[in-house]
């Protein structure tokens, strides 16, 4: 689920996963730094299916390897 609603709660709705990645975030990283900092806290499905939804919406790009953050 996306969004949350009655069942799923913002911690574990994607947008939720999503912004505990932008938590993480450090300029000059790449994807290994990214799931280092959160494989605690997401498992690598969740974790790569809020990245994907970063990138779908325009916050986050990878440029040769690195991962840029939108402002």
């Known amino acids: 689920m996306i969004l949350p609603d009655k069942y799923v709660t913002t911690p574990y709705s994607l947008l939720g996963q999503s912004a505990l ?3 993480f975030r450090r300029p000059d990283m790449t994807v290994s730094d990214l799931w280092a900092s959160v494989q605690d806290v997401l498992s690598y499905e969740r974790f790569l299916l809020a990245l994907d939804f970063l990138f779908i919406i325009g916050v986050v ?4 390897g690195i991962l840029r953050w939108s402002r």
Request: proline share 0%; glycine share 0%.
């Open 21 to 23: 990645l932008l938590k």
């Open 61 to 64: 790009d990878l440029d040769r």
